[in-house]
């Protein structure tokens, strides 16, 4: 099996494997998931972790482990598609500024260093107060904050191949912008995106799990993890499996994304740059 | 029907040196099958010329023209037909193709822009042209990365004629080869002018290829044009005294007599400094006098085919430099 990667680190391997599993459990959870995430009171309130009950229940007499099954849908699904929703806009832009360089770009660069000076978490406090928390909503915020990010790093990647000799000869036949733009340029510049992805996509997990935490998240009942570490956070002394399940689960998820990234940026020859944000 | 590039390109604010254009006054033309080498030292305009042909800057002043059709519109504004038949080759072939592409997707697309042509009659005049080139049509499957540096400017140099052009721009194409190499593609352009019909703008600082494969030789130092005329011509006395140092800067494997070469390594203008009526003057040998700070050298016609623009007559020159 390893030999299938012989140039991927061994870490980056064990993410992966791990971020799989991470995937067939969104996929396939709810076909085998003992019970419902919302139905109150299949098993006695509190009750510790047993063959029954393999993590044991939350105060309502919730399954603790069908819910963090069943969230692993809600997290993958709200973080991934805002980070690809992010990520798709941003390297457009970027793509896009970095292209046509002049007006354009100074223009846009401005917006974007603007929008960057916008603490995201307060911000995305303020609008979902304003207009009320609901999934799409949050997808959209982070997305809204990944765009200028993404499309900085993208233009910076672009910027170094526009000026290559075969843009020119692209140039001089008369191909069309868009033409340059994805034949000729995205090339050159899908290792940066990916490696933009793969890290967002992390640090999307934590905030949405921050957000369904401070109570700006999915509503409940839906079992969230970050609204499940909150629920729980009361009986922690009781029940501290109610708290730990759901955050072993934002763990086991972001530890590994962040370790593929690494392997992976390693690989395509990208730096990982863990201070951005 | 000859073609012809009377032209003054210059460029305008949009380059760095607003008080300095890069190439004025500069008017040559060439015939169809016909090479003509552009020589002259780095930053003396030879790529600004290359570039204004190509309609990737736009001249401030003056005209191009084209199969006796005026030219002087940027790149976007040209007839796809135009685009087709002047074809552009770049000095760095390891910057000169797409570094994520296959080489039947670089020589490619050329035929499928230009002749709507894809798939397997796509594949095949891909095929054709490396073996036109003299490479292995199994080589469409690999990677730029793959190939040494002669291989891929044989790879740029089917990419051009994959347009079938009528003039081909050559942009300092061998200076980044191996001397072994430079002859194989030398012998390979010579093939292709007399399969083709060809015309080569020639681009080069390497007066052995220029003597080589050229027909006319255009002498350009500081953006204007200094000589002009057949290649023999050019390659013996009388010369523009820059065209004497040039060929004094050569290496010879066994030097001549005693000559002047304590020429004054180029003196950079600076600032406000005004500049002389010829550019050359502040590093002439053979410079007479004020005049020739003051008062625009004129061209001397040497023969029919020859002209040297220097306040020395040509006859005069040609005493001078007598061996």
Known sequence: MLAWFPEWPLSALIAGSILVLH???????????PYSPTKILVGQPFASPSTAHLLGTDNLGRDVFSRVVYGERTVLTLSLSATGLGVLCGASLGLVTGYARGWLDEVVMRIIDIMISIPPLILALLVIS???????????????????????????????????????????????????????????????????????????????????????????????????????????????????????????????????????????????????? | MPRGYPERPQTGESDQLPAKPAVRGVSFSISPGETLALVGESGSGKSTIVRAIAG????????????????????????????????????????????????????????????????????????????TVQLDAGYM???????????????????????????????????????????????????????????????????????????????????????????????????????????????VPAPGEDLPTDVPSGSELEGEEAVPACPFAPRCPRKVGSICDRVPPPWSTVSATHAIRCHIPGGELAKLQAI
Request: glycine share 8%; proline share 7%.
């Open chain 1, 23 to 33: 995937g067939v459990i969104a996929l396939t959870g709810p076909m085998w998931a």
């Open chain 2, 141 to 251: 499957w690999r990677m730029p990365s793959d190939l040494s540096g002669g291989e891929r400017q044989r790879v740029a140099i089917a990419r051009a004629l994959a347009a079938r052009p009528k003039l081909l721009l050559c942009d300092e194409i061998l200076s980044a080869l191996d001397v072994s190499v430079q002859a194989g593609i030398l012998n390979l352009l010579r093939a292709l002018q007399a399969g083709h019909g060809l015309s080569f703008l020639f681009i080069s600082h390497d007066l052995a290829v220029v003597r080589s494969l050229a027909h006319r030789v255009a002498v350009l130092y500081q953006g204007e044009l200094c000589e002009v005329g057949g290649v023999r011509e050019v390659f013996s006395p009388p010369f523009h005294p820059y065209t004497e140092v040039l060929f004094r800067a050569q290496p």
């Open chain 2, 56 to 131: 990737l800057l736009a001249p401030t002043r003056g005209r191009l023209v084209f199969d006796g059709q005026d030219i002087t519109l940027p790149v976007e504004r040209r007839t796809k037909e135009l685009r087709r038949q002047i074809q552009l080759i770049l000095q760095n072939p390891d910057a000169s193709l797409n570094p994520r592409h296959r080489l039947w997707r670089i020589i490619g697309r050329p035929i499928e822009f230009f002749f709507r042509t894809s798939g397997r009659e796509q594949q095949r005049g891909v095929a054709e042209l490396l073996e």
């Open chain 1, 130 to 277: 304003a207009l009320g928390s609901s999934p799409l909503l949050l997808v959209l915020t982070v997305a809204f904050f990944y765009v200028p990010r993404v499309a900085r790093v993208v233009r910076a990647a672009t910027l170094r191949v526009v000026m290559e000799d075969f843009v020119t000869i692209a140039r001089a036949r008369g191909e069309s912008a868009w033409s340059i733009a994805h034949k000729e340029l995205l090339p050159n510049v899908i290792g940066t995106v990916l490696v933009e992805f793969a890290i967002r996509s992390g640090y999307a997990v934590i905030f949405i799990g921050s957000m369904g935490f401070l109570g700006f998240g999915p509503p409940p009942p839906t079992p969230e993890w970050g609204l499940m570490v909150n629920q729980g956070r009361e009986y922690i002394v009781t029940a501290p499996w109610a708290v730990v399940a759901p955050a072993v689960g934002i763990a086991s998820l972001v530890v590994p994304l962040n370790l593929f990234t690494d392997g992976m940026a390693r690989l395509l020859g990208q730096s990982v740059p863990w201070e951005r944000h």
